[in-house]
């Protein structure tokens, strides 16, 4: 009977097979072993020859391309083409009618799969709304939950936080009268270190508590891939009276997340990165339930009215509790298809079952990464990769954050030629993120063969 590859490392499974750890075999093990292979087939591939920076004098233009950049844009569900084309088609047929008609009325087709959004973050249903932006869904919650007083002003968030999240605070803490200078709290790793220990943040918030108004995280670092303990920052927060969110672009999808359980006090997230929506697609906003009734959205729209006499058009508000009430504007019907056609893969994999694979997948990377690109004392002009996503598995996602030798601009543009899809961000990093809900585990050997080969370009 087969072993289940949850309980053997790399090493086991090589002796199981009779081969070399690095041995293409123990992929190809991993993948017939892996029970949410199947998802795989539920998205569409890009070949070789499709993508741009391709050349096709190194490789097949036939073969699937090598994704990793999940992180970035997630692939497209191939029945989000049919939910469009439904759309369209209703539109053409029906016209007006389509607000109210159909599998997918348009007048609320965005609540019929909050459920499944919920799942995906760990929250009620009703405490999740999709609308906007993330960006904008940050400044409509941050409106309601940014409270600054003469005294409690603050905003804690990580140094180098992702540029949008940054600007949205710096710019709320000026539309509230205050400094910058001095209201935004930014918290760096020590020295020499690339990211935030969990006790360096918790001191922070013990120490400097009682001036911070918001706590305003990431659920995973954009850049070094790490992923923050929210349940321990949440609850230091909550204890100093300050008010905890988080921006979950690179969590939700990625991360197993509890934000009702962790009494998280609001969130947003995108959905184009690891849910699949396509870019720009339609965006996520959390506020718990012990809020429901003490906090409301300082901008209103018609969407924010109960809808069952949203449409008397009487111009009294009664605005729905929670998230809900925060609605501006009915939401477009073609952001909602792939988003769904997403999200219902998802619910039929779990996310307790994705974060399983997830690790499996992720710790199999860096086992390949470590074995063949790590600094050599023997060979100093040998090139060599410095993973800076922390190596404890409970403190990141699926993506690794790749430091090189080597100039990261040159690896990077020798990887695309062979066909991988992943990306570099700014001064010298390298993104990987193999994604469980559509990579497999020769996805991740086939990219370290072929970043030997990039790396042995770049010396020529």
Same mark, same amino acid.
């Given at each position: 009977?087969?072993?289940?590859?949850?309980?053997?490392?790399?090493?086991?499974?090589?002796?199981?097979?009779?081969?070399?750890?690095?041995?293409?075999?123990?992929?190809?093990?991993?993948?017939?072993?892996?029970?949410?292979?199947?998802?795989?087939?539920?998205?569409?591939?890009?070949?070789?020859?499709?993508?741009?920076?391709?050349?096709?004098?190194?490789?097949?233009?036939?073969?699937?391309?090598?994704?990793?950049?999940?992180?970035?844009?997630?692939?497209?569900?191939?029945?989000?083409?049919?939910?469009?084309?439904?759309?369209?088609?209703?539109?053409?047929?029906?016209?007006?009618?389509?607000?109210?008609?159909?599998?997918?009325?348009?007048?609320?087709?965005?609540?019929?799969?909050?459920?499944?959004?919920?799942?995906?973050?760990?929250?009620?249903?009703?405490?999740?709304?999709?609308?906007?932006?993330?960006?904008?869904?940050?400044?409509?919650?941050?409106?309601?939950?940014?409270?600054?007083?003469?005294?409690?002003?603050?905003?804690?968030?990580?140094?180098?936080?992702?540029?949008?999240?940054?600007?949205?605070?710096?710019?709320?803490?000026?539309?509230?009268?205050?400094?910058?200078?001095?209201?935004?709290?930014?918290?760096?790793?020590?020295?020499?270190?690339?990211?935030?220990?969990?006790?360096?943040?918790?001191?922070?918030?013990?120490?400097?508590?009682?001036?911070?108004?918001?706590?305003?995280?990431?659920?995973?670092?954009?850049?070094?891939?790490?992923?923050?303990?929210?349940?321990?920052?949440?609850?230091?927060?909550?204890?100093?009276?300050?008010?905890?969110?988080?921006?979950?672009?690179?969590?939700?999808?990625?991360?197993?997340?509890?934000?009702?359980?962790?009494?998280?006090?609001?969130?947003?997230?995108?959905?184009?990165?690891?849910?699949?929506?396509?870019?720009?697609?339609?965006?996520?906003?959390?506020?718990?339930?012990?809020?429901?009734?003490?906090?409301? +959205?300082?901008?209103?729209?018609?969407?924010?009215?109960?809808?069952?006499?949203?449409?008397?058009?009487?111009?009294?508000?009664?605005?729905?509790?929670?998230?809900?009430?925060?609605?501006?504007?009915?939401? +477009?019907?073609?952001?909602?298809?792939?988003?769904?056609?997403?999200?219902?893969?998802?619910?039929?994999?779990?996310?307790?079952?994705?974060?399983?694979?997830?690790?499996?997948?992720?710790?199999?990377?860096?086992?390949?990464?470590?074995?063949?690109?790590?600094?050599?004392?023997?060979?100093?002009?040998?090139?060599?990769?410095?993973?800076?996503?922390?190596?404890?598995?409970?403190?990141?996602?699926?993506?690794?954050?790749?430091?090189?030798?080597?100039?990261?601009?040159?690896?990077?543009?020798?990887?695309?030629?062979?066909?991988?899809?992943?990306?570099?961000?700014?001064?010298?990093?390298?993104?990987?993120?193999?994604?469980?809900?559509?990579?497999?585990?020769?996805?991740?050997?086939?990219?370290?063969?072929?970043?030997?080969?990039?790396?042995?370009?770049?010396?020529?």
């Amino acid at each position: 009977r087969p072993v289940s590859p949850k309980s053997l490392t790399v090493e086991q499974i090589a002796a199981l097979l009779g081969c070399s750890p690095t041995s293409a075999e123990v992929a190809s093990y991993l993948d017939t072993h892996d029970q949410l292979s199947h998802l795989r087939e539920e998205f569409l591939f890009p070949k070789n020859a499709e993508l741009p920076p391709s050349d096709l004098s190194l490789i097949d233009g036939s073969k699937e391309c090598i994704y990793l950049v999940g992180n970035s844009l997630g692939l497209q569900p191939k029945m989000a083409r049919k939910y469009l084309e439904e759309e369209l088609d209703k539109w053409a047929k029906t016209g007006v009618h389509g607000h109210t008609e159909g599998s997918r009325p348009w007048a609320w087709a965005e609540n019929n799969i909050e459920e499944l959004m919920a799942n995906v973050v760990g929250a009620k249903t009703e405490e999740v709304a999709l609308m906007n932006g993330l960006t904008v869904n940050l400044h409509l919650l941050m409106l309601s939950f940014y409270k600054p007083t003469a005294t409690r002003h603050k905003i804690l968030l990580e140094d180098k936080a992702f540029p949008s999240d940054h600007y949205a605070v710096e710019s709320q803490i000026r539309l509230r009268g205050f400094d910058p200078e001095q209201s935004m709290m930014l918290l760096s790793p020590r020295p020499g270190e690339d990211t935030l220990r969990t006790e360096d943040i918790l001191e922070a918030i013990e120490k400097e508590g009682e001036s911070i108004a918001v706590v305003m995280f990431s659920g995973v670092q954009y850049y070094t891939g790490q992923l923050f303990d929210m349940a321990a920052i949440t609850e230091a927060g909550q204890r100093k009276g300050c008010y905890v969110g988080f921006d979950c672009a690179h969590a939700a999808g990625n991360a197993e997340l509890k934000l009702h359980d962790w009494g998280v006090d609001f969130a947003c997230w995108c959905s184009y990165k690891y849910l699949n929506s396509g870019a720009g697609g339609l965006a996520g906003a959390f506020i718990h339930e012990k809020h429901n009734h003490t906090i409301e +959205p300082a901008l209103m729209g018609w969407w924010g009215h109960d809808l069952k006499s949203r449409f008397q058009m009487n111009n009294v508000m009664q605005l729905q509790p929670g998230v809900n009430g925060f609605r501006l504007s009915n939401q +477009p019907i073609l952001l909602v298809c792939p988003l769904q056609a997403s999200l219902e893969v998802f619910n039929r994999a779990g996310m307790a079952a994705l974060r399983r694979k997830s690790l499996l997948l992720t710790g199999y990377l860096e086992y390949l990464i470590q074995w063949f690109y790590r600094k050599d004392p023997a060979c100093p002009h040998k090139p060599h990769v410095r993973i800076i996503t922390p190596s404890d598995p409970r403190q990141r996602g699926c993506q690794l954050s790749f430091c090189f030798s080597v100039p990261i601009g040159k690896v990077f543009q020798e990887l695309e030629k062979r066909g991988v899809a992943c990306d570099m961000r700014e001064p010298s990093v390298l993104r990987v993120a193999p994604v469980p809900l559509y990579n497999s585990f020769s996805d991740v050997h086939r990219f370290v063969e072929t970043l030997g080969c990039a790396l042995n370009a770049t010396q020529q």
